[in-house]
């Protein structure tokens, strides 16, 4: 059964950082690709930040040069440095899985969201 549980949300001000995580787990042999999305209320869930397996990074336009994806593997971690946040920051953040490969059902998970909430 896959699982992600994501932490480091919070309250910060204006110009603060935060480093949010993500523990996946059943993976099994699975190859996946893992991302960031975020969401306010009234809006749709946006992208912010993925990375695949080969490595590769991307970001939406809004949170480049500020944040920071990362991984680390062996772990299943993922991670999202946020810095110099803003207000427009303020929303749930969520991680998502992508499964795919030999034997595996190609399949996106989420995890319940963590906080993040930006004052001026």
């Known amino acids: 059964q896959v699982q992600l549980v994501e932490s480091g949300g919070g309250s910060v001000q204006a110009g603060g950082s935060l480093r949010l995580s993500c523990a996946g787990s059943?993976?099994?042999?699975?190859?996946?690709?893992m991302s960031w999305y975020r969401q306010t209320p009234g809006k749709e869930r946006e992208f912010v930040s993925g990375?695949?397996?080969?490595?590769?990074?991307s970001y939406a336009d809004s949170v480049k040069g500020r944040f920071t994806i990362s991984q680390d593997n062996a772990k299943n971690m993922l991670y999202l440095q946020m810095n110099s946040l803003k207000p427009e920051d303020t929303a749930m953040y969520y991680c998502?899985?992508?499964?795919?490969?030999?034997?595996?059902?190609?399949?996106?998970?989420w995890g319940q969201g963590t906080q993040v909430s930006v004052s001026l």
């Open positions: 998502k899985v992508y499964l795919y490969g030999s034997g595996c059902t190609y399949k996106a998970y």
């Open positions: 990375v695949n397996s080969n490595g590769a990074t």
């Open positions: 059943g993976y099994g042999s699975c190859r996946y690709a």
